[in-house]
């Protein structure tokens, strides 16, 4: 799901891949669809797949080149979307 409030500027990414690293570390369930997962950085609840999606956004805004260790190709280019709205997913 695209994020309406998609952070804006370097700053606001940072702290939206800050605030998913400290979830990470819990560990992220990614196939249970249930919205459990708050981000203080962002409004709303996410289940578990969106989320490294997110951060793989924000990530690649700051260096395209970077690899998490995990492929979500149509979840990036919705949470792409979210953050570049005049631009539909492919």
Request: aromatic share 6%; glycine share 10%.
């Amino acid at each position: 799901m695209p994020c309406a409030h998609w952070p804006s500027g370097p700053r606001r990414r940072e702290q939206v891949a800050l605030d998913i690293a400290l979830l990470g570390q819990k560990g992220l369930h990614i196939a249970d669809p249930v919205p459990k997962y708050i981000l203080k950085s962002l409004p709303g609840g996410y289940s578990g797949l969106p989320v490294p999606s997110i951060v793989l956004a924000a990530l690649r805004q700051i260096d395209p080149a970077i690899d998490i260790g995990a492929d979500f190709p149509g979840e990036y280019e919705l949470a792409q979307a979210g953050a570049n709205p005049q631009v539909p997913p492919t």
